[in-house]
């Protein structure tokens, strides 16, 4: 989502910059906006993980936490080509804990 939103942004500008100025700084605007909004992205999980208090173990799931990390987790799961596979998803247990083992395939999946 973030990425798409990004994505889009940055060609927004990059066609009215492209239609005002031309095509060499319409395309020049696109990466430039694309890299500033991925940046100002980075800077704002970075924030958000800082204030993270790690001395309070976390008994419960925080809700904002989890609405913020979701759509980084699927950008740079878009960004790296990662896909995800998974089998026997109807043996986890809806109620308390459990453990997940992930199978390996390559040196790059941990």
Request: glycine share 8%.
């Amino acid at each position: 989502m973030i990425f798409r939103c990004i994505t889009a942004l940055s060609a927004l500008v990059g066609i009215m910059r492209g239609w005002t100025e031309g095509l060499w700084q319409g395309v020049a605007g696109f990466f430039l906006m694309f890299l500033g909004l991925t940046v100002l992205a980075f800077v704002f999980l970075g924030i958000i993980c800082v204030l993270v208090d790690t001395s309070n173990p976390q008994e419960e799931d925080s809700c904002f936490y989890r609405a913020v990390m979701y759509p980084y987790i699927e950008m740079l799961m878009q960004l790296m080509l990662v896909k995800v596979t998974a089998r026997g998803t109807e043996k986890i247990p809806t109620q308390g804990r459990f453990l997940l083992a992930c199978n390996h395939l390559q040196l790059a999946d941990p």
